[in-house]
Nanobody, 123 residues
């Protein structure tokens, strides 16, 4: 079992930046791929970014490419999502997930989820 706890959300003006963290516990984080999804009010949860367990490969949703960066520090059992040039449409609850099988953009490929952290971008 892996427990995930997100942090770093908050209120920011459009054009600003935030860095989200995802702290893992329960098992060593390094063998797990990590993903960030987000869910805006009234919408389905959508893929944001994913990273291979090694940190060597990443994938991004087109809507955040060039603005967001996913990373991880396996020694600290922590993953990150650096969000720059934030837009009002980035407002959502952000969830990190993990799985032991490989990284993808499919929500059904992830076994473990955190409780989410809210990001609000004011325009």
């Amino acid at each position: 079992q892996v427990q995930l706890v997100e942090s770093g959300g908050g209120l920011v003006q459009a054009g600003g930046s935030l860095r989200l963290s995802c702290a893992a516990s329960g098992r060593t984080f390094s063998p797990y791929a990590m993903v960030w999804f987000r869910q805006a009010p009234g919408k389905e949860r959508e893929f944001v970014a994913a990273i291979h367990w090694s940190g060597g490969s990443t994938i991004y949703a087109d809507s955040v490419k060039g603005r967001f960066t996913i990373s991880r520090e396996n020694a600290k059992n922590t993953g990150y999502l650096q969000m720059n040039s934030l837009k009002a449409e980035d407002t959502a609850v952000y969830y990190c997930g993990a799985n032991a099988y490989g990284f993808s953009s499919r929500i059904d490929h992830y076994d473990y989820w955190g409780q989410g952290t809210r990001v609000t971008v004011s325009s």
